[in-house]
């Protein structure tokens, strides 16, 4: 079984930077593409950052330049760097995991496993 479980979100003024973190169990974490997405209320769960088996890295227009993900498969962790935050940043952000080595498509239906999330509050 594929566990997730994510850390690291909290409040930070707009301008400000989190980094969210990912421990990950179960097989083949260096082999899949990971993704994190997050979900407002009422909105549709948006991807913000994949990553595949490769190391190849997709975003966003919404994130390009200000969100970095990487991982460290010697650690099982996945990681989302978020800089220059805004407060339509504000939102649960999830840890995902797909099947596939690619990263297809940031597309919720794509990935298998989920994290419980982890809440961002960007304030103004």
């Known amino acids: 079984q594929v566990q997730l479980v994510e850390s690291g979100g909290g409040s930070v003024q707009a301008g400000g930077s989190l980094r969210l973190s990912c421990v990950v169990s179960?097989?083949?974490?260096?082999?899949?593409?990971m993704g994190w997405f997050r979900q407002v209320q009422g909105k549709e769960r948006e991807g913000v950052a994949g990553?595949?088996?490769?190391?190849?890295?997709v975003y966003p227009d919404s994130v390009k330049g200000r969100f970095t993900i990487s991982r460290d498969n010697a650690k099982n962790t996945l990681y989302l760097q978020m800089n220059s935050l805004k407060p339509d940043d504000t939102a649960m952000y999830y840890c995902?995991?797909?099947?596939?080595?690619?990263?297809?498509?940031?597309?919720?239906?794509?990935?298998?496993?989920w994290g419980q999330g982890t809440q961002v509050t960007v304030s103004s």
């Open positions: 990553i595949d088996g490769g190391g190849n890295r």
């Open positions: 995902a995991a797909s099947d596939s080595w690619y990263c297809t498509r940031l597309q919720s239906t794509t990935f298998a496993y």
């Open positions: 179960g097989d083949s974490f260096s082999r899949r593409c």
